[in-house]
């Protein structure tokens, strides 16, 4: 070994070869790099659902090995078998010749297993079981010492799925028939009472059975169903299986020593139930007052686009629904009134109701509401569904147009402008109770823009166009700015969010706010004094309502705010410029 500190880097591999005595042709085949995807597990494989380590010096023997088809065919003291009704995959080679692949099984060989105890391989996955209807694979078992040493039944296999595999995790438990030695009938080596074959349904009608029974959560419970055992512990989902188990255990009082394949784990009966979707739009003009515009949008369960796979497809049932306005409310006023009062409303909102429920994960939502009284079903519905409401309305540029030719007065009412905008969105999921947003923005806004009067006094008592009294001739000044703004600009936010307690009884979380409150001023003044000479004023004064904290439910929370909004706010920046 070279001077390297690990595998991280190999940048190249060199490979030569020595010791020969005459000329040799070699050909080279494919090089390539394998690795074991199930790996050992270290904690004890019990019913307990705590996590024990196992000893360093651990008394049982565990070689995880590959037995296949090319090396193991000639295997003694028994030969290698393709399970019965598998076919070996083919590939075509470079030349058009179809290529027959390799064939392997996970081998799990394990010596000095004492009674009771539980040996096991795992592997990471992130599956969604839900649209399969069956799992099968293919289970041999034998004995390695001698060919009588094990009977029928003296070991079981054991398969796991779930988050983990120690404390959330559906349980199916085989008892294993030996293969005897020197059997080479394919239906011998992979015995059929062996085989995984079950309906995926048992494992959430078993969930369904726990919970009927008030067992626990942290506790074990298990069905035998013809001959196997079926057990759970925790709140595992086949929606989320992130861990599968392979293990053997032994059931007699001695130590065994045995070698099982597992091939061909598999799943089938996919769920290719479809759906159906929907949408629709409703334009209307209202004359020249302005226009209402309304969609809906529906699509159920199963329903999905060509090119998706059924894993892919929707799985709850979506409903969404729009109304909107636009309006000149200013149309309905007399055309002399010259007012505008652009409004713009909407509401929408948007349900989706999961086929399954939100907590079990792997069981519907309708099995759930089958197995609990009526009375809870409003209850369990309203946690399961996913519901937002959105409402707004807008007040944009409300204002009296200046009517005639009369010159600006900086008293007119026109040179007020008004905006107004309200938001609220109010929504629950199935891990917040409630969530609700309300923003509000008002902004009263003055605008003087006067057309500039220069005043020229001398030019009238200068006749003389010599450039030597241009200074004096020439001399103007304006006697009125040429723009004086002002803007107030409220806004107003408020946010309560209350985590919905799941599974934690009557006891509601307390709400969090998330809530501020400013008043915002602007000034801006601009004067021409002189044709030359311009005078520019700006200012910003930033200021915030202290409010009390919480909700303002109370009158002498009322009363606080309102003092303080009165008293233009606590100021926290101001800025001004002059050039």
């Not at 299986?241 to 001695?254: C, I, K, S, T």
């Not at 501020?516 to 520019?536: E, G």
């Amino acid at each position: 070994i070279g001077n390297i500190p690990d595998f991280k880097s190999i940048r190249f591999v060199r490979m030569f070869l020595t010791g020969f005595e005459d000329t040799a042709v070699l050909r080279f085949g494919k090089l390539e790099l394998i690795r074991n995807q199930w790996r050992k597990l270290d904690y004890e494989i019990d019913t307990t659902g705590q996590y024990k380590v196992l000893p360093a010096a651990d008394p049982v023997t565990t070689d995880v090995l590959a037995v296949n088809l090319e090396e193991n065919d000639q295997r003694i003291p028994i030969k290698y078998t393709i399970p019965p009704g598998i076919e070996r995959q083919q590939q075509l080679s470079n030349n058009n010749v179809q290529l027959f692949l390799n064939e392997q099984s996970l081998s799990l060989k394990l010596c000095d297993l004492e009674q009771n105890k539980a040996r096991g391989v795992f592997k990471n996955f992130n599956l969604d079981l839900r649209q399969y209807g069956r799992m099968q694979m293919f289970v041999h078992a034998e004995s390695v010492k001698t060919a009588t040493d094990l009977s029928d039944g003296d070991i079981d296999a054991v398969v796991r799925i779930g988050t983990d595999a120690i404390s959330n995790y559906y349980e199916v438990k085989i008892p294993l028939k030996m293969t005897p030695w020197g059997a080479i009938d394919t239906s011998v080596i992979w015995p059929e009472v062996n085989n995984l074959d079950f309906d995926l349904s048992r494992l959430t009608d078993l969930k369904i059975a726990r919970d009927k029974s008030g067992t626990s959560n942290s506790a074990y419970y298990s069905e035998i169903i013809d001959g196997k055992t079926f057990g759970m512990i925790g709140n595992p989902s086949l929606g989320e299986v992130r861990v599968m188990l392979l293990a053997v255990q032994n059931e007699r009082p001695q130590n065994v020593c045995t070698e099982v394949w597992f091939n061909e784990l598999r799943l089938s009966k996919l769920d290719e139930k479809g759906g159906w979707a929907a949408t629709g739009r409703v334009d209307m003009t209202l004359a020249d007052l302005g226009n209402i515009s309304l969609s809906g949008t529906a699509k159920s369960p199963g329903f999905g686009t060509l090119d998706q796979k059924v894993n892919e497809r929707s799985r709850e049932d979506f409903r969404q629904f729009d109304i909107s306005t636009n309006l000149d409310l200013g149309k309905l006023l007399p055309s002399r009134a010259a007012i505008q009062i652009p409004v713009y409303a909407s509401i929408s909102k948007t349900t989706r109701t999961p086929e399954y429920d939100p907590y079990a994960l792997d069981l519907t939502l309708k099995q759930v509401l089958n197995n609990n009284p009526k009375d809870r079903w409003d209850s369990i519905r309203n946690n399961a569904v996913d519901v937002m409401t959105i409402k707004t309305i807008n007040f944009t540029n409300v204002k009296k147009n200046r009517v005639g030719n009369k010159r600006p007065k900086i008293w007119d009412i026109s040179n007020l402008d008004f905006n107004f905008s309200h938001t609220s969105t109010v929504s629950h999921t199935p891990l917040v109770e409630t969530e609700e947003i309300r923003r509000t923005r008002g902004a009263l806004a003055y605008n003087f823009a006067p057309q500039p009067k220069k005043v020229e006094p001398f030019k009238q008592l200068i006749k003389s166009k010599s450039k030597w009294f241009s200074l004096v001739r020439d001399f103007n000044f304006n006697l009125a700015p040429s723009q004086l703004s002002f803007k107030g600009d409220v806004f107003r936010q408020f946010g309560a969010l209350r985590p919905r307690n799941v599974d934690g009884g009557p006891y509601q979380i307390p709400e969090t706010y998330d809530k501020y409150f400013t008043f915002d001023r602007y000034y801006i003044m601009h004067w021409d004094l002189t044709q030359s000479l311009t005078l520019d004023f700006n200012a910003t004064n930033n200021a915030r309502i202290d409010e009390p904290a919480g909700r303002i439910d109370t009158k002498v929370k009322k009363d606080s705010v309102r003092k303080n909004f009165f008293d233009g706010g606590r100021n926290t920046r101001y800025h001004q410029e002059a050039t």
